[in-house]
């Protein structure tokens, strides 16, 4: 089922999924639903995608209203697995949704950068195992000037430049306070 929040608050979107469940609905596809221009960006409330993801365990995605396509972009990088928005043809104009309906022209070129932002979202943390490579583009530890023998080393002594020789930058608080 696909439920679409409409304008609809919070409260009664939770009273709203706690009846689906009552009822054992399993599966549930819940659908942000922003005001609609003129509505000012405001009312948009894009952020009750991620509130969605976190507080309910279904799938989340966006009705969009907005007479752009930029929407649907951010509410992908928020986790929006599904957006829904108007198509027309440049042809029509007078329609009630041609305000906010994307032209068909631009379909292939929104969904594939919608595909590339869903694939460039990744992963919540990189993490290296033991094992892996450091990368090879660190930048290493170099003095911002020359330094007498024998002095104790400051953090405002050393900067940092490409290609790493030397000192990684990870070490750098390891050699300050030394000499």
């Known amino acids: 089922v696909i439920l679409d929040t409409g304008k609809s608050s919070y409260d009664e979107i939770?009273?709203?999924?706690?009846?689906?469940?009552?009822?054992k609905f399993s599966k549930l596809h819940l659908q942000h639903s922003p005001y609609a221009p003129p509505h000012s960006l405001k009312k948009h409330d894009l952020l009750m995608i991620e509130t969605f993801l976190k507080e309910f365990n279904y799938t989340v995605g966006?009705?969009?209203?907005?007479?752009s396509n930029?929407?649907?972009y951010a509410a992908v990088t928020l986790g929006a697995c599904t957006v829904e928005k108007g198509i027309k043809s440049k042809l029509i104009k007078n329609d009630t949704d041609v305000y906010h309906a994307m032209d068909i022209e631009d379909f292939k070129l929104v969904n594939k950068n919608l595909s590339e932002i869903k694939t460039a979202m990744g992963k919540s943390m990189r993490?290296?195992?033991?094992?892996?490579?450091?990368?090879l583009y660190r930048m290493g530890i170099v003095a911002k000037e020359t330094i007498?023998?024998?002095t104790k080393l400051r953090a405002n002594d050393l900067t940092f430049a490409f290609?790493?020789?030397?000192?990684?930058?990870?070490?750098?608080?390891?050699?300050v306070g030394k000499k």
Do not use: A, Q, T, Y
């Not at 966006?62 to 007479?67: A, G, I, Q, T, Y």
């Open 14 to 23: 939770k009273r709203s999924i706690n009846w689906f469940k009552r009822k």
């Open 127 to 135: 993490v290296l195992k033991k094992n892996d490579p450091k990368h």
């Open 148 to 150: 007498k023998n024998g």
């Open 70 to 72: 930029i929407m649907l």
């Open 163 to 175: 290609p790493k020789k030397g000192i990684p930058v990870e070490e750098f608080d390891k050699i």
């Open 62 to 67: 966006l009705s969009d209203h907005h007479n």
